[in-house]
């Protein structure tokens, strides 16, 4: 028996342990030496992306993977559980937060000076709970998970700029810890009703009591939790601050990641706790559609209004998560690959923008988007990304914007919804307004003013992951096809419960 | 009909070179030489392999290749059949003339960022070649939206406020047409579960109901605001505050052209001959673009600016083609198809001596020009080969395209299409001859010397000047336009 | 009247949870006071804590003990009350604390700041644009210089 077959039963579980153990030993290797724990983290990160991929093939060859933690029957003892949903989910938190470790070294030089360590423990941390957030079958768990990953967030972002970003994690705090106790209480109505806190188990058990109020409420206040979570208009007020105001790396990772898991979360407990049929009988599905319309289109228009990049980059979040959420709450499998598909092409896009603001924030100091004159020439690789994943969001064909885009639009119309086609069409126009600004600032300045400015690019170990997720922009554009044919389409038809993948 | 298909990758490499050459471009910026070097070299493989794959097309045969799966059942995929080679000769054979043209324009005013215009400029060619070539309305689109976001670059090159403006205004008309388009493709692809032109039509667009086939028809229209129907076409005035080069190239070939060839395989290929007459939509068509042949020539008659007129020209130009298109009629469509290449090498003649007025006379206004022509005669003996063909004077090639419009509207017995054909050319005459006038028979306000522009511009339009001539005689010589254009309507129809 | 009464009495324990997190909830959403919204955040919590202990009761039932010790005789026969909730919220409160721990943190950091926990000093503070009290102010602040 190798040692490999010795780990390799308990894989499922290293993607939470490793960050963990991790993040608790970062504080002793920074001890040792400071400029270490960058490595420390890039490695862990790698190990989590190799095991987070060995899971997702694992999943796609043999079938959903079962993991009793500590040896505990389900449904008494906690249970992980990686199906092609979460895996997949888990193998975006794994690769963008490992592009963004690679990213950090020099950003959190400059902008968390003297806390380098804390920082990248509290990163590890921030992975954990996304991590365990994703993979669990326990909703108990889940919401212990669920409260790492914020309380580590709240103490990123108040690493940021200072006093803004101190306020912003406090209101961030508030906002979270009102959405985690709805959750707290959506799980204890369930507990109430099922008795159990397997989602598997809790699935079987809720039909035969679906007509009580208990767990309509219970529904209720999950999405309520959710919304907040995801930043769903208008209970986004937090999330602008919060994105503008953390340090460029943790807003890569927290724009990127946790609104996601957010989503994947709310999608878990729609699709996978409740049923499809009971959430679209509740009119459930239909609200959360219309709330996303909206959540597209004013996350939009206030993006526009904005001149701080990160906060513009924040509002086009809100009107992204709208398009996920869209996707889901159109409930066919068109507009739910769409809405899959959008979580990772969001994963992409939105981290390499905010990458490429802290990279101009680095060089420059400056994140107002009306000072970025003549960047084009002093940047020329950050800016070209910078191109390629806005016209990515904007839904240009060939990105990978465009893909999600044409599968959520295709949703609608089959769903005989036509305002949300509008909807969708019009947003678009809406990004490029917001994002032609930028380019016009960025190429288009007066050219006397240009003329003398020396070609000055980031770092290295920025600029390498930000071209790697622009590269990825384009490359789903294109290739996305096998992916579609055998992960989202079948993911999506084993959600709706019409068989497909186990 | 049966066609034979062929498999071959020529039409890939045919849209890559100029994407190949513009990375090469952008590599060698600093080196001016090598940079146009690299353009030159692109333009003469680029219409080589164009031009190697004519044969075949003129053989009956259509040449597929599909790239890449990008979304199950959305390929990317390139099928070069006669109309689409029509386009692609043009507007690769025209890059040849308007690279040599280029130079001499941005060097000759030492204009800036001339690199980013380079480059930009290859890739509006890739994409121009790549609309050309699409096998289905995704692919069009990819290539139709890169033509949008690499032509604004260069509609925005000078910087200044007016400049980004006029840039603006381009991008929002353009985007929101790309938006309409991609509507109407997912409507499209909704209800016949492709996208793949088709000779006849796509199958299953009859099963699209009445109203909805009506604004799906509507909404393709909008999406082919690049076609400059009116009211979607303040867009092209505004665009020329562009360099003259690129208002040639790109504004009188490859931009405004892609959004009428995107028309025409929307009316041809996509809803079919056969529906279009069922459903009646192109007698509503018919009238609709007549009033914009008539308005935007008023338009063009109100204009001083030299550019800005010959830009509402090409806006009434443009509706030519639409309209020969759906008349249905054999004739007709051959009217109209052989207008693309026509009044491009007519109307880049036109826009060429514009520019050389810029450059070397550093005039822009017609009332300035009293005399030009004893200053630069060869310039405006160009012009005017240009405006005669415009107007329809043999021997020059425009007559001939309306010669073939006249027999299609008169096949339908149509008196008021007849009439606006006529009118317009009335109005074609009142608002070029003019120009002519000032030129040669009015007294300049001082004394001018005999001073040409340079070589590398004179010799692009005084070369596009004879084609326009030699096409007007000799419209049906072996391999031709007309030949091309025979084909493809023999496709569309059903007929030999 | 005593119907409503009957009701109120017979769950009296919801009423209390819910009575609690209304308290909680308007003070973290009305109250000024950066502390005032973090006890309400507590007082929340608590509320919810007690929906669940309260939840475990059966009535009649002792202690999760078994009787007599494990395999002892009758011991299925005893009424025990549901331990699974004490443990979840036994967690649960850590995770409170924890979250306490993090704003109170916070909260020190706000003052050393601006020198305030109260919500509208701070904010007026951060409205006058002062660079030293906020990122965004000095970026914006820079914008209207690069307009005039």
Known sequence: MTGFDLIAPHLPVLTVVIPLIAGFLTPIIGWIDRRLPWYWVMLAMFVVLLIAGNNLVTVINSGTIHYKLGGWDPPFGIEYVIDLLNGFVCLIIAFIAFMVSIYSKESVKKEVPGKTTPFYSVFLLLITGLMGMTITGDIFNFYVFLEISSLTAYALIAMGDRGDGVVASFNYLIMGTVAASFILLGIGYLYAVTGTLNMADMQNLLPGVYDSKVVLAALAFFMAGFSIKVGLFPLHAWLPDAYTHAPSTASALIAGLMTKVGVYAMIRFMFCVFTPAFVIDVNMTEILTWAAALAIIMGSVFAIAQSDIKRMLAYSSISQIGYILLGFGLVNVVGITGGLLHIMNHAFMKCALFLVAGAIFYKTDIRNIYQFKGLGKKMPVTTTVFLIAALSMIGVPGTVGFTSKWYLALGSIEANQWIFVAVILVSSLLNIVYFWRIFDNIWFGHPHEIENIKRDEAPLTMLIPMVILGILCVYFGFFSGDLIEHIFEPLAKTLLGLGGVP | ?496 | MSGILDIVYAEYNYWIYVTLMMIGFYAMIAKKNLIKKVIGANIFQTAIFLFYVSLADVTGGTAPILVGGHGAEHAADVIYTNPVPHCLILTAIVVSVSTTAVALALIIRIYQEYGSIEEDVILAARRELKPEFSEHARQKGVAEVGRQ
Not at chain 2, 72 to 97: C, E, H, Y
Not at chain 2, 235 to 259: D, F, N
Not at chain 2, 361 to 380: D, F, L, V, W
Request: with cysteine.
């Open chain 2, 1 to 496: 009909m049966m066609v034979t298909e062929i498999n071959s990758i020529t039409p890939l490499l045919a849209v890559l070179v100029s994407m190949i050459a513009s990375v090469l471009i952008l590599a060698s910026g600093k080196y001016p030489n090598i940079r146009e070097g690299w353009t030159f070299v692109a333009a003469f493989i680029k219409f080589g392999l164009v031009i190697s794959m004519l044969p075949l097309i003129l053989n009956g045969k259509v040449i597929t290749y599909t790239v890449v799966e990008m979304l199950p059942n959305l390929p990317i995929a390139f099928k070069v059949d006669a109309f689409g080679i029509l386009f692609a000769i043009t507007s690769s054979f025209l890059w040849i003339f308007v690279t040599s043209y280029s130079i001499g324009y941005m060097r000759s005013l030492k204009e800036h960022a001339q690199t980013r215009y380079f480059f930009c400029f290859a890739i509006a060619l890739s994409s121009a070649v790549g609309i050309a070539f699409s096998a289905n309305l995704i692919t069009l689109f990819l290539f139709y939206e890169l033509l949008t976001i690499s032509t604004y670059p260069l509609v925005a090159h000078n910087e200044t406020p007016e400049a980004i403006s006029s840039g603006r205004k381009y991008l929002t008309y353009l985007m929101i047409a790309g938006v309409s388009l991609l509507f109407s493709i997912l409507v499209v692809y909704h209800y016949t579960g492709t996208t793949e032109f088709s000779f006849a039509g796509i199958a299953g667009m009859e099963t699209i109901p009445q109203t909805t086939l009506i604004i799906l028809f509507i909404t393709f229209m909008i999406g082919c605001a690049k076609a400059a129907f009116m009211p979607l076409h303040a867009w092209l005035p505004a665009a020329m505050v562009a360099p003259t080069p690129v208002s040639a190239l790109l504004h009188a070939v490859a931009v405004v052209k892609a959004g009428v060839f995107t028309a025409l395989r929307v009316i041809l290929y996509v809803f079919g001959v056969d529906l279009m007459q069922y459903s009646g939509i192109w007698l509503y068509m018919a009238y609709f673009v007549s009033i914009t042949i008539i308005l935007a020539s008023i338009y063009a008659l109100m204009q001083d600016n030299l550019k800005k007129r010959l830009a509402y020209s090409t806006v009434s130009q443009l509706s030519y083609i639409v309209l020969g298109a759906v008349l249905i009629t054999p004739h007709g469509i051959t009217g109209g198809m052989l207008h693309i290449p026509y009044h491009a090498f007519m109307k880049i003649t036109l826009f060429m001596c514009a520019g050389a007025l810029i450059v070397t006379a550093k005039k822009e206004k017609i009332s300035e020009m009293n005399g030009i022509a004893r200053q630069m005669p060869i310039t405006m003996l160009a012009f005017t080969v240009g405006a005669l063909g415009m107007i329809g004077m043999p021997p020059v090639g425009g007559y001939v395209t309306k010669w073939f419009l006249l027999l299609g509207a008169a096949e339908l017995h149509s008196m008021i299409l007849i009439a606006v054909l006529l009118v317009s050319a009335v109005l074609n005459a009142a608002y070029f001859f003019p120009v002519i006038y000032v030129a040669f028979f009015k007294k300049p306000d001082h004394e001018l010397k005999y001073k040409e522009a340079p070589l590398t511009m004179l010799v692009p339009l005084v070369l596009t000047a004879i084609i326009s001539i030699v096409i007007g005689i000799w419209p049906d010589a072996p391999g031709m336009f007309l030949d091309i254009v025979e084909i493809a309507v023999a496709n569309v129809t059903g007929g030999v």
